[in-house]
Antibody
Framework: QVTLKESGPVLVKPAETLTLTCTVA??????????VSWIRQSPGKALEWLAH???????SYSTSLKNRLTISRDTSKSQVVLTMTNMDPVDTATYYC???????????????????WGKGTTVTVSS | SSELTQDPAVSVALGQTVRITCQGD??????ASWYQQKPGQAPTLVIY???NRPSGIPDRFSGSSSGNTASLTITGAQAEDEADYYC???????????FGGGTKVTVL
């Protein structure tokens, strides 16, 4: 059974750095067609993709947040870590860790989808 | 960058059919996937690669795409289908992955 579990602080202060850890089970972070993505959702708002990482160390970041984000993986621990610097109250959200799959269509174009989600962890930014 | 636009809300009578649309320039080039989110829960995948259903998803859910619009259709909507639905695809900048704003489906 594939599972992903998020862990990290519930409360951070403005300007601090947030570190979230995703611990996965049931699949390998060395599988080339599978990666881990971070998605967040502010209260009452839509989902927002933040970043992802694959086994070949392919990393991608949201253009609007890339200066604040770092994603990394530790295959020995089956963990993916996301750090977000300079936290602000607008970053208050539920952060989800999600398995992301990369596939290719008949034309050779890649596409992605998110097939297994963690339950999410709620982070509040407040002084 | 581009956006994916969804109607904020739709309603459907129990047992009837509802189509949820997602519009965006990137959909001319990239496949969409769809996610169902019930209150207080994490989203779940219902359609990927435009028209593929993961195992365990009822066949009343189907997907399609034409031009700049992707659609999710629920044929014979059930009370348990009441939820928010989000489309997801790749941005025209070829980097970002983006979500639509979500559609709240109410089953009457």
């Amino acid at each position: 059974q594939v599972t992903l579990k998020e862990s990290g602080p519930v409360l951070v202060k403005p300007a601090e750095t947030l570190t979230l850890t995703c611990t996965v089970a049931g699949f390998s972070l060395n599988n080339g067609r599978m990666g881990v993505s971070w998605i967040r959702q502010s209260p009452g708002k839509a989902l927002e993709w933040l970043a992802h990482i694959f086994s070949n160390d392919e990393k991608s970041y949201s253009t609007s947040l890339k200066n604040r984000l770092t994603i990394s993986r530790d295959t020995s621990k089956s963990q993916v870590v996301l750090t977000m610097t300079n936290m602000d109250p607008v970053d208050t959200a539920t952060y989800y860790c999600v398995r992301i799959l990369k596939r290719y269509d008949s034309s050779g174009h890649s596409y992605y989808y998110l097939d297994v989600w963690g339950k999410g962890t709620t982070v509040t930014v407040s002084s | 960058s581009s956006e994916l636009t969804q109607d904020p809300a739709v309603s459907v009578a129990l047992g009837q059919t509802v189509r949820i649309t997602c519009q965006g320039d990137s959909l001319r080039s990239y496949y969409a996937s769809w996610y169902q989110q019930k209150p207080g829960q994490a989203p779940t995948l219902v359609i990927y690669g435009t028209d593929n259903r993961p195992s365990g998803i009822p066949d009343r859910f189907s997907g399609s795409s034409s031009g700049n619009t992707a659609s999710l259709t629920i044929t014979g909507a059930q009370a348990e289908d009441e939820a928010d639905y989000y489309c997801y695809s790749r941005d025209t900048n070829d980097n970002d992955l983006i979500f639509g704003g979500g559609t709240k489906v109410t089953v009457l």
